[in-house]
């Protein structure tokens, strides 16, 4: 998703009136020929306005909101589920955690410190995301409100992406915060998007032992497939291979 050059030129006259366009490229670590040829295509990528905003301090959210398509980005932030929360925890995070678990006296684990968690977002964050607020027609709804084809949608999950706009279109339809999708793309971090801190070890820390060990699984049972598809794909060009070889 794009934002148009003029809306893009009226936003940044108002954050920044006395810039030059090198000024603007030189604070925000953006190249000029990027900036330049994005102007004249009349196309601004969503990530310039996220990068431009950081370098003059603006909450990137409130700079987004700014702009027509990201409306809904505006007024206080929405705290986030703790489904969503849980979903930007890594697998390797999750198993870290069950394992100290059951290695820890169960007097123990409120004076002990956890495994610190890797920063959002991870290997699957966006399709664990998805999953962690599809009520069974997310998908469905996504695709009416936007027009993308579900084919289309299911294959950036695949690929562990998602566009701006199907992103917040996808939270909408799922009636959570619409910041929380960026988060899962790596668009924004969790402190813009008015996460708490500690928010993932939190909802971490109040999974019950099973649930934690329920979910674990779940993850590896998805990892598996994945690394069968991958194997199979592997195995199927090999032959190829030695067949023109």
């Known amino acids: 998703m794009t934002l148009p ?54 909450n990137p959210v409130a700079a987004l909101a700014d702009f027509e398509p990201y409306r809904e980005l505006a007024g206080p932030p929405r705290p986030p589920r703790r489904c969503e929360l849980v979903s930007q925890i890594s697998t ?20 002990e410190k956890p495994p610190a968690l890797s920063p959002a977002p991870h290997a699957t964050s966006v399709k664990n995301w998805v999953d962690a607020i599809d009520d069974g027609e997310v998908r469905h709804r996504v695709s009416a409100a936007t027009g993308v084809a579900p084919q289309n949608y299911s294959a950036q999950l695949t690929a562990n992406r998602l566009s701006p706009e199907l992103a917040v279109a996808t939270a909408l339809a799922a009636g959570v915060g619409p910041a929380g999708g960026l988060v899962a793309t790596g668009l ?26 329920a979910l674990a699984g779940d993850r590896l049972q998805a990892l598996g497939k994945v690394l069968r598809r991958q194997e199979h794909d592997q195995a199927q060009t090999e032959k190829i291979w030695e067949n023109l070889g």
């Open 5 to 58: 050059a003029k809306a893009f030129q009226r936003w940044l006259q108002g954050i920044a009136p006395d810039a030059s366009t090198a000024d603007v490229c030189r604070v925000s670590g953006i190249k000029r020929t990027t900036l330049a040829q994005q102007l004249v295509r009349g196309k601004i990528s969503v990530s310039t306005v996220v990068s431009i905003s950081r370098a003059y301090n603006i």
């Open 188 to 213: 924004i971090t969790e402190e813009e998007a008015g996460w708490p801190p500690d928010a993932r070890q939190a909802a971490l820390d109040s999974m019950s032992d099973g649930d934690l060990t």
């Open 92 to 111: 390797p995070d999750l198993l870290r955690s069950l394992l100290a678990r059951q290695a820890m006296d169960p007097a123990r684990r409120s004076r």
